[in-house]
């Protein structure tokens, strides 16, 4: 009981990886895929990032501006109507910085322009615009795949929690089940589910595999895992001779560690974007001899979904056995 009280989950019912990793030398490649590694920052440092590219951009174009009004005099000729200035208005390092903003953000105040007497200053407004067209396009780019992310819809496709992933009768055979719903109007398109179970175990050789994967068979061959995700939906895996708990036990089961990954994915109908939603179950999680709730009722010549009863289950009879030794007293 200790050991599963300290053991770390694989994922969190949340269907967050609890997978951290460390020690990558080669974190240029990174850099090489800017785009994804800007939208994956945290909110607060996509914010400081967004800023700083603009920050750093004005200030550096105001430093140029500055420095090339202080070397052709145009600081020290203000005012003097027989002066020819490169920039006008430029008198110290605030209105060049002003002069940067206006310019990237064209605003144009009227106060500050590049006059027709200096070929750099074109030279220089010119690469600021290309520079700010760069920034604008990379920046609001960004910010509208962050926004607009699946990972944030997947957070209205649920999964039955908290010690809700049952085992049962169906149809003469014992099945593993739990369930799925979706909040929303607007359904997933084309929505797979699969699942993977993730035990460790030690091969014949002595070898020692830590979290090996190994599928569950959700209906693959008959089409099955394939959902019109309408209404809440039971997810069955049937404990066949295949299955890796064929010779599982109601009291086996309480020895057992392993966790259960469910994977439900599909197309979001609104953007056409692929989102993906994860839940785990550990061994603990899972009621021998429950079965879920009905939650769906017709009223008023329509189908209604109460999800106050998405979660609740009730006992069955179900024998204490395991799938192979029901399989064999038959």
Known sequence: TANKQQRQRYVTKMGKCQ????????????????????????????????????????????????????????????????????????????????????????????????????????????AQSIVGSMIDALMVGCMFVKISRPKKRAQTLIFSKNKKCVISHRDEKLCLMFRIGDLRDSHMVDAKIRAKLIKSRQTKEGEFIPLEQSELNLGYDTGEDRLFLVEPQIICHVISEHSPFWEMTAESLKREQFEIIVILEGIVEATGMTCQARTSYTEDEILWGHRFEPCMTLEKGAFRVDYSRFEKTFEVQTPAASAREMHELK
């Open 19 to 126: 997978v951290n990793l460390g020690r990558i030398h080669e974190k240029k490649r990174f850099l090489s895929d800017i785009f994804t590694t800007i939208v994956d920052l945290k909110y607060r440092w996509f914010l400081f990032v967004f800023m700083m590219c603009y920050i750093i951009t004005w200030v550096v174009f105001g430093i140029i501006y500055f420095f090339d009004a202080w070397v052709r005099d145009d600081v020290n000729h203000i005012g003097d109507p027989e002066w020819k200035p490169c920039i006008e208005n430029v008198d110290n390092f605030i209105s060049a910085l002003l002069f940067s903003v206006e310019s990237q953000r064209t605003i144009g105040y009227g106060s500050r322009i590049v006059t027709a007497n200096c070929t750099e200053g074109v030279i220089l407004l010119m």
